[in-house]
């Protein structure tokens, strides 16, 4: 099973910053927070990924509360184009190489 | 870099015959991985393999199905005598050597099996 919940969906006006939630309670110390996203039928996207500390690409930013229990995705400035199931993946397994995906949140930007 | 490549992206069987689904991980990565997606759900893990290694096959179903992955040329996920619930999409993804902490998964653009 997934060790993550998300929201099973989500909207968001076009231009405004998405901010996609996930509780990941039982993370271990050692386990980091990936999020990766599905444009319909095509494969998953990475996106971020980070342990402790927040991190920022060019894609978005990923904030990490100070107990590691949960975590944000931010998307600054949402487009029509970034609409897709987001998913938040603790990596767990054998040298940390097994992903356990869940249904993660469908996105749904808006005109 | 060319990304992940996988082929072919959509393939129909009958069923009884054989599925053959290729991938050639990106340029650098000596790991491969299969994931397994059936409508309306999330990704399962299948296999992952290292050059002519299988590492971990837990997600394999136990007949059927087998992969490689041999010193040269792709990875290949072989589907033998498919039935009418092997019909998804299968992602193959790649990564760098262990020594890389963290590293990051890529995966491809699916190839996507339809059982008639």
Not at chain 2, 20 to 35: A, D
Not at chain 2, 39 to 55: A, D, H, R, S, T
């Amino acid at each position: 099973d997934a060790k993550t919940t998300q929201p099973t969906s989500m909207d968001c006006a076009e231009g405004r910053a998405a901010n996609l939630p996930c509780n990941h309670s039982t993370i271990s110390g050692n386990e980091y927070v990936y999020w990766y996203r599905q444009i319909h039928s095509q494969g998953p996207q990475y996106i971020i990924h980070g342990l402790k500390n927040n991190e920022t690409n060019e894609m978005a930013s990923l904030i990490i509360t100070e107990d590691r229990k949960s975590s944000t995705l931010i998307l600054p400035h949402a487009t029509l184009r970034d609409t897709a199931v987001y998913y938040c993946i603790v990596r767990v397994g054998l040298l940390n190489r097994k992903l356990i995906w869940g249904l993660g949140t469908s996105l749904a930007v808006n005109p | 870099n060319a990304g992940v490549m996988q082929n072919p992206r959509h393939l129909v069987r009958r069923r009884g015959q054989e599925a053959r689904l290729r991938c050639s991980p990106m340029k650098g990565h000596s790991h491969v991985y299969w994931y397994r997606q059936l409508p309306e759900e999330g990704l399962k893990f299948m296999v992952y393999l290292q050059k002519e290694n299988i590492i971990d096959e837990s997600g394999m179903p136990k007949e059927r199905f087998s992969a490689e992955f041999p010193k040269e040329g792709p990875s290949i996920l072989r589907i033998q005598q498919v039935v009418r619930g092997d019909s998804a999409a299968y992602f193959c993804a790649s990564s760098l050597p262990d020594r890389y902490s963290g590293n990051t998964i890529y995966f491809g653009e699916g190839s996507w099996l339809t059982v008639v």
